[in-house]
């Protein structure tokens, strides 16, 4: 009983704050970088298979998600880079100046940011974004990715979700 009141009293903290996307963006962009300094450290002599549809395959990636423009040339790495610093700018402005009122939208928010802070972070220290996980079907291939880009893909649900709740 004491601990339904303690977790009960906990989520309404939470819930009136209003304020878990800082923590939830600092520990998706954690594990992205720690999984990606591990996939570099254990991936580099082959690849680890997981599951008959998962593995672990390194791959340097200099385009964007799935590999796109990959091999544009030098302005692809600007463009990323750019467009990465306009989409959280706007996000973090909207975060400060127009709180989100949608769990969805704050959720998806948090998501879409700790996404780009973790491809971000590679493209300036790397000049590519270190993708490690591959879905298979036999010979059939998902572009590899990684945990910013599931992070990036589940935050775009989470703002098409909320569209149906902000009405």
Not at 25 to 43: E, F, S
Not at 55 to 60: E, F, K
Not at 104 to 110: E, H, I, N, V, Y
Not at 132 to 144: C, N, R
């Amino acid at each position: 009983m004491k601990n339904r009141v303690i977790m009960s009293s906990l989520l309404q903290q939470i819930d009136q704050s209003r304020d878990v996307r800082p923590y939830t963006i600092i520990l998706l962009v954690g594990c992205d970088q720690i999984t990606k300094y591990l996939a570099q450290l254990y991936l580099v002599a082959k690849p680890l298979v997981l599951l008959p549809t998962v593995s672990l395959i390194l791959a340097h990636n200099r385009g964007a998600a799935f590999s796109l423009l990959a091999r544009a040339g030098g302005w692809s790495e600007i463009f990323f880079i750019s467009l990465s610093t306009i989409i959280a700018s706007i996000i973090l402005y909207l975060y400060f100046y127009k709180p989100l009122q949608n769990p969805c939208t704050r959720s998806g928010s948090a998501f879409i940011l700790a996404g780009i802070f973790g491809n971000f972070y590679d493209r300036l220290n790397h000049g590519y974004v270190i993708d490690f996980i591959a879905l298979h079907w036999h010979q059939w291939y998902w572009p590899i990715f990684n945990l910013a880009d599931t992070a990036l893909c589940l935050g775009v649900f989470c703002l098409w979700l909320a569209q149906f709740f902000d009405k």
